[in-house]
């Protein structure tokens, strides 16, 4: 790593300009910035690419003494300290990676007050030579980065992060700020108790992410319609697929590559180096695309993702904001794309009666199962249904998912509900969807008279949809809970109590006409560039960056993002001045890379006008 400039001791404000090239802050940046500044503690909810990190960095820097941050991953630490020296801030890291040569003279630079921000290993931290250590220097604030992974519930629960208590009884005056995306209160209310955050100030930022486009629609060939999708909007875009299963993961990348895509796969049982190596390439090169079990993802700062498709069901409508939010970290246009079908509600309910669990806990998973099939099969705007579920609202239907640019059809499931719900009582509630299709449809097969079945009074009276209408029907029904599947009975259909009505006649049911996911408006991903010129000139900057990183080591997105280079091609600064006014570029990054990009900008203007 080079050099890095002179500490900045200053105004928030200026930071922002000087070091980090923005104008403004979100907000509530700027109020999390201040209770720092007058040291008092901050708890943040943020969405994913919401800006959580210069909630932290900014005081850290203004602050007299280092800011430490506790951070779980390695590689996540490693990551954010390069993008912070890239801007010229004094940033290291303390984790098991490093060599004791390597922490003698970090803790010496920490004594000589030469250190901004400080990563640390949580597991790092609370040990005692740490915690001596930080007794002897100023220190600026605490930041807990991912802070959920307090809570017991969630599945990014971390040990160590339970030890982080300490830190308020041995340092009771410097100022913490706990960050998480994670959205349930309960998980919320864990984090304020456990880190004994009570007299810390709460920010809660509005959950939309309005650049991404929810679609979530009937799967009837999963693989083939995810190729559709990948060769229609994304051909050369980076993205995630996720998969329930490690198998799956495998034979998907392997597919997709044969297809002429640059798919790895990521599982959690995977030789850990082949892991790193694949995670390395995802975040190094452009357009590869990661097929993942839910292993992959915390951690992955990756800006420029396009794209998050889910060929499996998530389990929990957290579980789906937090994967889809992995898309478009960079504010620019994202897809999160899904299908999903009765087979899917059938393999989750399987593996949620096959974990361990209290009964409480089993039924707690249930109806967030329940909440995820419920967004699934909604009929209304996607985005105001999910922040309605994490308590956040929105006015008016956000024309940016499916269900607001093609509004689904309904039709009249009432006769058919009832017809359905009646095959399943007469057959006894001992037999899965398939045969209780084959009675409605009057099928002639030999379980079929294997039991009987020809006898029914429901034997027949169903010929009037076909096979897939009636597993749309069976699907809706037990999605929104008027039967449910039971497991340890082959996938049995089972009668719930909320049929009854339905049954009785004393209530109706509009259900759901499946359509294909289709692109309604196909956008570029780069939709700001409108003409052919600007194009070339967006690639010959991502060309010069290319250039920059791999000379660096870092990731292209370190240097510059897509949206700042954007940004240079529609305005095509012709000087270092007007060069920093780009949104992105901060002093250090002007001196460093100013003149390349102004080069190949004049460059390409100069072809471009054929002299
Ligand atoms: P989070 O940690 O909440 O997911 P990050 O801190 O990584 O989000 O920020 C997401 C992106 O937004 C980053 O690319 C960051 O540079 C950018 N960003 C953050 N704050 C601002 C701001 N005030 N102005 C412009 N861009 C910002
Ligand atoms: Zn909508």
């Known amino acids: 790593m080079s050099a890095v400039t002179q500490p900045v001791t200053d105004t928030p404000q200026h930071i922002l300009e000087s070091v980090f090239g923005f104008s403004e802050f979100r907000p509530p940046q700027d109020e999390i910035i201040d209770t720092l500044m007058a040291g008092r503690d901050a708890m943040v909810l943020m969405p994913t690419g919401g800006g959580k990190s210069l909630c932290y960095q900014i005081p850290a820097i203004a602050r007299p003494g280092c800011g430490i941050v506790v951070s779980p991953l390695i590689a996540l630490m490693q990551d954010q300290v390069s993008a912070l020296r890239l801007v010229g801030v004094r940033a290291e890291f303390l984790n098991s990676t490093l060599s004791f040569d390597d922490v003698q003279r970090i803790e010496n630079a920490l004594h000589r007050g030469e250190i901004d921000l400080l990563y640390v290993a949580p597991e790092r931290l609370t040990q005692a030579r740490t915690l001596t250590l930080l007794q002897q220097i100023p220190i600026a604030l605490f930041a807990i980065d991912e802070a959920h992974c307090v809570s017991q519930w969630g599945h990014d629960f971390r040990a160590d992060y339970l030890q982080l208590s300490l830190l308020h009884e041995l340092f009771p005056d410097v100022p913490r700020i706990a960050l998480t995306a994670t959205a349930d209160s309960r998980t919320r209310k864990e984090i304020i108790s456990r880190l004994q955050l009570e007299e810390a100030e709460q920010f809660i930022a509005g959950f939309d992410r309005p650049n991404i486009r929810y679609r979530i629609g009937l799967k009837q060939n999963g693989k083939q319609q995810l190729l559709r999708f990948l060769k229609d909007e994304h051909p050369h875009d980076a993205g995630i697929v996720y998969c329930l299963s490690r198998k799956k993961t495998e034979e998907i990348a392997t597919w ?8 790895l796969c990521y599982h959690a049982g995977m030789d850990a180096e082949i892991r790193a190596y694949h995670q390395r390439r995802f975040l190094r090169e452009e357009g590869i695309i990661i097929v993942a079990t839910i292993a992959f993802g915390m951690g992955i ?13 998530p389990k929990t409508v957290e579980s789906y904001y937090q994967e889809t939010g992995r898309a478009g970290r960079d504010g620019l246009p994202a897809d999160a794309w899904m299908v999903y079908g009765l087979q899917d509600v059938i393999k989750l309910r399987q593996m949620m009666e096959g974990s361990q669990g209290s009964e409480e806990h089993m039924r707690a998973e249930q109806q ?3 909440a ?5 099969e909604i009929t209304s705007c996607r985005r105001q249904a999910l922040l309605a579920y994490f308590g956040d609202h929105l006015d008016q239907p956000c024309g940016n998912c499916d269900t ?6 309904t039709w009249d499931g009432t006769e058919a509900a009832r017809k359905a719900l009646s095959a399943v009582w007469r057959t006894d509630q001992r037999f899965g969807v398939n045969h209780v299709i084959d009675v409605l449809r009057g099928s002639s097969n030999d379980k079929i008279f294997q039991f009987d079945h020809q006898k029914l009074p429901v034997y027949g009276i169903g010929e009037e949809l076909d096979n897939n209408q009636w597993r749309s ?18 996938g049995a259909l089972r009668l719930e109590e909320k049929c009854r009505p339905l049954l009785r006649g004393d209530e109706g049911i509009e259900l759901r006409k499946d359509s294909k996911l289709k692109v309604s408006k196909p956008r570029k991903a780069k939709v700001e560039l409108a003409s052919d010129a600007e194009m070339d000139l967006f690639e010959a900057l991502r060309a010069c960056r290319k250039q920059y990183a791999d000379e660096l080591g870092v990731p292209p997105y370190m240097i510059f993002h897509d949206s700042t280079l954007q940004e240079m091609a529609l305005s095509k600064p ?5 060069f920093a006014e780009i949104s992105g570029v901060g002093a250090n990054k002007l001196d460093r890379y100013g003149a390349g990009f102004l080069g190949a900008i004049a460059d390409f203007e100069r072809r471009n006008s054929g002299l």
């Open 301 to 313: 700062d990756k800006p420029d993702v396009r794209f998050v498709a889910h060929l499996d069901l």
């Open 368 to 370: 967030r199962l329940n």
């Open 473 to 490: 029907v069976f699907r809706q029904l037990v999605a929104r809970g008027f039967m449910s599947v039971d497991l340890e009975r082959y």
């Open 404 to 409: 607001c640019l093609q509004p689904p059809q």
């Open 256 to 263: 997709l590559c044969d297809q002429g895509f640059n798919a």
């Open 574 to 578: 012709a000087t270092l001045d007007e």
């Open 372 to 376: 995820m099939l419920g967004l699934c």
